[in-house]
């Protein structure tokens, strides 16, 4: 399980609304007051510099990187059809993953899932088993209208998600001796300005309030076991390995920052900072779709995938993603935001098959790439970064 205690997500990982859409992990008004600017010139520097609070690997020694978590996050194994189930699974393991993330969603009022909900993601935990595959499950409530922001709202979120975990003791990760929660969720930039129609918070700066709020409360136990981030780049476009030094904007390349601001909210409590595991949970690169296989697909006249690259550049940013992934000491795991395009074009089409469900050309390598990640043989490393291959 995971959670999003900004917005009451309590378990897995990832919204369907991808990070061009939510700029941030929750709405509301900024905590003023910030020292961001000091912040982002200290991470210009050297992440191991005498004011950090953390002390990362530092560049010129070379190491293997170490073994990554390789997942999808894809709602289309949920079906109520085990049959379809099985062969959508069994689709997801073959291009290299070996852990599925779906979505349960609560809404207001609920306290279980209901039998229809049970049935599914029965189907999911059953598929996924026959393949060898883990399943973390994201309970979340919607857009931000349904948030429970209520104590009732919380109670009946918290008893849902704990009837979901009782119904599926099958899910190592919800029910064990140690309930994994992995908190977060964020999106990868928000504008902390408050008053708009998009009030969206700053994985920076929500970070520092969620420490702030935390040791407000002088809670005695951790929140979470994991922390979690949605590192979307600006476009597709973009390669996984730019990083954002003068904003709040947090992406994979952006890792001294996000150690760094952990470490500082919750140094000194019993929440654990410094060494707290991260997982990136959703990633995507989208790619341009070929006329042969655009009769599979809706709102052909969308816009909104004009950032998609092609599916070579698609390969090579997914291993990048990996490789810088696998040379950050607290990351466990990359979750690629869907195995399958979802066919509506106004959507994200960033999977590894087409909606029609035909491989795409990068598939082979991102195959390769993930069998690498999973054995620890991908990369080498010097500090926080990949080697680059000559």
Not at 79 to 104: E, H, N, R, T, Y
Not at 306 to 333: F, I, K, M, N
Request: charged content about 20%; aromatic content about 8%; some cysteine.
């Amino acid at each position: 399980m995971a959670s999003n205690v900004g917005q009451g997500n309590v378990t897995g990982q990832t919204t369907k609304v991808p990070a061009r859409e939510m700029e941030g992990p929750c709405a509301g008004p900024a905590r003023r007051g910030s020292r961001r600017g000091d912040r982002d010139r200290l991470y210009a520097g050297s992440p191991t510099t005498s004011t950090s609070l953390i002390q990362l690997p530092k560049p010129g020694h070379i190491r293997l990187g170490h073994r990554l978590l390789v997942a999808t996050v894809d709602d289309a194994v949920r079906q109520s059809d085990p049959k379809l189930a099985d062969d959508l699974m069994k689709v997801s393991a073959d291009a290299g993953f070996d852990a599925v993330l779906v979505s349960s969603m609560w809404e207001p009022g609920a306290q279980a899932p209901s039998a229809q909900e049970r049935l599914t993601l029965g189907n999911v935990v059953r598929a996924a088993d026959a393949e060898g595959m883990q399943v973390f499950v994201f309970v979340w409530h919607g857009l931000s209208g349904t948030t429970p922001r209520t104590v009732r709202a919380r109670h009946e979120f918290a008893a849902y998600t704990a009837a979901l975990a009782r119904a599926f003791p099958q899910i190592r990760e919800v029910v064990s001796p140690h309930i994994q929660v992995i908190g977060g969720a964020l999106a990868p930039r928000g504008s902390d300005r408050p008053g708009t129609k998009r009030d969206t918070h700053s994985p920076t700066r929500f970070i520092e309030d969620l420490g702030a709020a935390y040791r407000a409360s002088h809670r005695s136990k951790p929140i979470m076991d994991a922390f979690s981030i949605h590192p979307y780049m600006r476009t597709s476009k973009l390669p996984p390995t730019d990083t954002h030094a003068a904003s709040t904007t947090i992406t994979i390349g952006d890792y001294p920052k996000l150690a760094e601001l952990l470490a500082e909210a919750f140094t000194g409590t019993p929440q654990r900072g410094p060494d707290l595991p991260i997982y990136y949970t959703e990633f995507g690169v989208q790619t341009r779709i070929p006329a042969a296989d655009r009769g599979a697909y809706t709102n052909l006249q969308s816009p909104s995938a004009a950032d998609a690259v092609d599916p070579q550049t698609q390969a090579r940013y997914y291993r990048e993603a990996l490789e810088l992934a696998a040379c950050q000491p607290t990351v466990r795991g990359l979750f690629v935001f869907h195995t399958f395009d979802e066919p509506d074009l106004a959507g994200w089409q960033s999977g590894l098959y087409y909606a029609n469900q035909k491989p795409k050309p990068s598939l082979p390598a991102f195959r390769k790439s993930a069998a690498q990640a999973r054995a620890a043989s991908l990369t080498h490393c010097s500090g926080v970064t990949f080697v680059q291959k000559k």
